[in-house]
Nanobody
Framework: VQLQASGGGLVQPGSSLRLSCTVS????????IGWFRQAPGQEREEVSC???????SYKESVKGRFAISRDSASNMVSLQMNNLKPEDTATYYC????????????????WGQGTQVTVSS
């Protein structure tokens, strides 16, 4: 399974960004895809995740602002991030986990490269 993340950038507080993760590989459809983030000096944490049957989960601090979706036809998992806050600043990674969602950063089997999200005025 290979993952390619894109869509980060520098935005002002209150703005929106959409991250995309292109997922490829013969067995990719069996994996949950999660978005993790890591800020400097902090541990990598799961922000949102979608299972192979499209059940979703979110970190409490992003509920109501972020929305994850999965398009099997295009092999893409997107994270729509609205009302961004400075504390959302981090490097964001997409990752594939056969175990499922709701686990720490040791769970995923495959990782994409990071994309930087900076929220600053």
């Amino acid at each position: 399974v290979q993952l390619q993340a894109s869509g980060g950038g520098l935005v002002q507080p209150g703005s929106s960004l959409r991250l995309s993760c292109t997922v490829s590989g013969r067995t990719a459809r069996h994996y949950a895809i999660g978005w993790f983030r890591q800020a400097p000096g902090q541990e990598r944490e799961e922000v949102s995740c979608i299972t192979s049957d499209s059940r979703t989960s979110y970190k409490e601090s992003v509920k109501g602002r972020f929305a994850i979706s999965r398009d099997s036809a295009s092999n893409m998992v997107s994270l729509q991030m609205n009302n961004l806050k400075p504390e959302d600043t981090a490097t964001y990674y997409c990752a594939a986990s056969f175990l499922g969602c709701g686990y720490d950063a040791s769970a995923p089997d495959y990782w994409g490269q990071g994309t930087q999200v900076t929220v600053s005025s």
